[in-house]
């Protein structure tokens, strides 16, 4: 039987993609102007706040598998238009959940070693904790974007991790 630590992040890296997914449909519906559109979020736009959950679950797999493009700035803008930037992202959450529903629960309670983009200190810490961040990271700046989407359209799609469980049960998600 799979533990309940493994069982919880399985699902949000089944969560994310999912999210993500809603995400870029709403984005997709968007003009150009607001899709790029200054909104005084801490990554501007909806355009570079996207492009900073890809940039940051880069630099993250390439923490945890060694793998992969590792951004040098957080900011980065990889994709100046939506449709490259959803294939990346697509990419990337079966990349990030084909390395979740990978991991033991032994692996879990493993530790790992990484540098920050911003400074040369290496950090070691417990892999668990290292995840959590990781996903409440993702699940904290899709709530910027969400937020843009409503001020500029007056509303974005539920991206509440309730939702999505209530979904997965019917086999809807």
Sequence with gaps: MQGLLKQHFDTFARYNAWANTRLFD??????????????????RSIQGTLNHLL???????????????SPDRLDAILFEELEPLRQAREAEDTRIMQYITGLSE?????????????????????LAPALAHWFNHQTHHRGQAHALLTGLVGRAPELDLLFYQRLAEKGLA
């Design 55 to 69: 940039v940051t679950d880069r630099v993250w797999m390439f923490r945890l598998t060694g793998e992969g493009d």
């Design 106 to 126: 032994a692996s879990l309670e493993g530790a790992i070693t990484y540098r920050r983009v911003s400074t040369p200190d290496a950090i070691t810490q417990p």
């Design 26 to 43: 709403a984005a997709a519906r968007l003009s150009a102007a607001d899709y790029r559109a200054d909104r005084g979020a801490f990554f």
